[in-house]
């Protein structure tokens, strides 16, 4: 497994391999990777003839009351789990390469971004496009996977590569979730332990809905109330949304005739967990 540290010396890799007429995948994380990120990296390894790992926490996704500074890292278990999953090459840029001084771009999607996480991390989504587009540049892939757990963020790089003709195939990976229920995240680390069983508010709302759904009920608004209900029955939660949304668009929807996309967003102490599933009335 090679590990690159310029992007320069990524891109020159990534041509390199293209002249050998090698297919490129790519993963691109935050670090601290855990079993859902190990489950990108093993579902893109079959795919191409070289898995590409990218670890770079980026700072413009983040707002300024955020959690940049204390964002978690563990290098060494990052690089140790990359190996095992097939892993090629790991890209660790350092911020000052992919945001050299003077840099201006900035990349707007027009309606995605409105919905959901959007509406309360103005500044993410923004940050995410102009990230992966840089990232894409610079690795060059074939394809690249990203997980269903950030939905929103799937749905904006697939508008992405559809809007600026990148040549890439994106992937969707499903959440993995703990024994529990609880869908991993970069984020559990921060729960206490008093905070890790109220975060299980998340996956049993989502449970909930999918009773509701099956027992006929069809109004967003009664399901939603139940939701409410549910999550703050556990201590030190607040509902950011709970939202029942057209799967493409993101746009809301009030009474459930097919299929629905639950997103949820519950900040559990000072951590703000999401979750979502894919929920079909007829199945
Ligand atoms: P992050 O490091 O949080 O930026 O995530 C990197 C990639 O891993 C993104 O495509 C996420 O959607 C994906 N991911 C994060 N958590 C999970 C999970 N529990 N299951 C599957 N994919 C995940």
Same mark, same amino acid.
Request: proline fraction near 4%; aromatic fraction near 6%.
């Given at each position: ?40 990296m ?7 003839d ?21 964002? *978690? ?20 840029p350092?911020k000052?390469?992919?945001? *050299? ?8 999607l027009?309606?995605?971004p ?11 989504? @923004? ?13 060059? *892939?074939?394809? @690249? ?15 992405? /590569? ?8 994106? /992937?969707a ?26 975060a ?13 759904? @099956? ?34 668009t ?26 979502? @599933? ?6």
């Open positions: 497994m090679e590990i690159i540290k310029t992007k320069a010396d990524m891109q020159a890799w990534s041509k390199n391999k293209k002249k050998e007429s090698r297919t490129l995948c790519f993963v691109p994380t935050m670090g601290y990777l855990h079993q859902g990120h190990v489950s990108l093993e579902k893109g390894r079959p795919l191409c070289e898995l590409v790992l990218s670890i770079f926490v980026n700072p413009t996704q983040f707002g300024p009351n955020e959690d940049l500074s204390s964002y *978690p890292r563990n290098i060494e278990n990052d690089l140790s789990l990359a190996e095992k999953a097939g892993v090629t090459a790991v890209f660790l350092i000052e390469d992919i945001y *050299p001084e003077n840099f201006q771009t900035e990349i707007k027009q309606s995605l409105n919905h959901l996480c959007g509406k309360f991390r103005p500044v993410h989504f @923004a940050g995410v496009a102009v990230v992966v587009t840089k990232l894409f540049n610079i690795v060059m *892939p074939d394809k @690249a996977v990203f997980g269903m757990k950030d939905y929103q963020q799937l749905q904006i790089i697939r508008q992405l /590569v559809l809007d600026l003709d990148f040549d890439i195939e994106i /992937v990976g499903d959440i993995i979730r703990e024994k529990d229920g609880l869908a991993m995240s970069s984020r559990n680390a921060y729960l206490s332990k008093s905070e890790r069983t109220s299980l508010s998340l996956s049993r709302s989502l449970a909930l809905a999918k009773e509701l759904l @099956a027992k006929g009920e069809k109004n967003t608004a009664d399901i939603r109330s139940k939701i409410d209900s549910l999550i703050h029955s556990f201590p030190e939660t607040k509902v950011e949304y709970v939202s029942f949304c057209q799967p493409e993101l746009e809301e929807i009030k009474v459930i005739e097919k299929k629905v996309l639950l997103a949820l967003a519950v900040k559990v102490g000072k951590t703000r967990l999401i979750d979502n @599933a894919l929920i079909d009335p007829a199945q």
